[in-house]
């Protein structure tokens, strides 16, 4: 099995910064393309971010010039750098690999989530 923990949500001031961090582990064979997306009560999960594995980008309009996705392939761990965040950022923030697993079955995972809170 494969699994995709999130780390680094929290409370931050509008303008703050947070980083996000997200892990896999398992009987991973290789990692395709990786992301973040993000949900708020009421509302579709949508895009913030994802990252290929040879390292092309692609941003949601509403999160370019102020987030970053990178990744570590080594780690097997996704980052996202989120700055000069607004209140409209708040959401539940989801990590999601296409993996390739040791018996080579291609299949997307999630995490569980982290949440992250812009308030004043």
């Known amino acids: 099995q494969v699994q995709l923990v999130e780390s680094g949500g929290g409370l931050v001031q509008p303008g703050g910064s947070l980083r996000l961090s997200c892990a896999a582990s398992?009987?991973?064979?290789?990692?395709?393309?990786m992301g973040w997306y993000r949900q708020t009560a009421g509302k579709q999960r949508e895009l913030a971010a994802t990252i290929t594995s040879g390292g092309s980008t692609n941003y949601a309009d509403s999160v370019k010039g102020r987030f970053t996705i990178s990744r570590d392939n080594a780690k097997k761990t996704v980052y996202l750098q989120m700055n000069s965040l607004k209140p409209d950022d708040t959401a539940v923030y989801y990590c999601?690999?296409?993996?390739?697993?040791?018996?080579?079955?291609?299949?997307?995972?999630w995490g569980q989530g982290t949440q992250v809170t812009v308030s004043s």
């Open positions: 398992g009987l991973i064979f290789s990692i395709n393309t």
């Open positions: 999601k690999a296409h993996v390739l697993t040791s018996t080579k079955e291609g299949r997307f995972y």
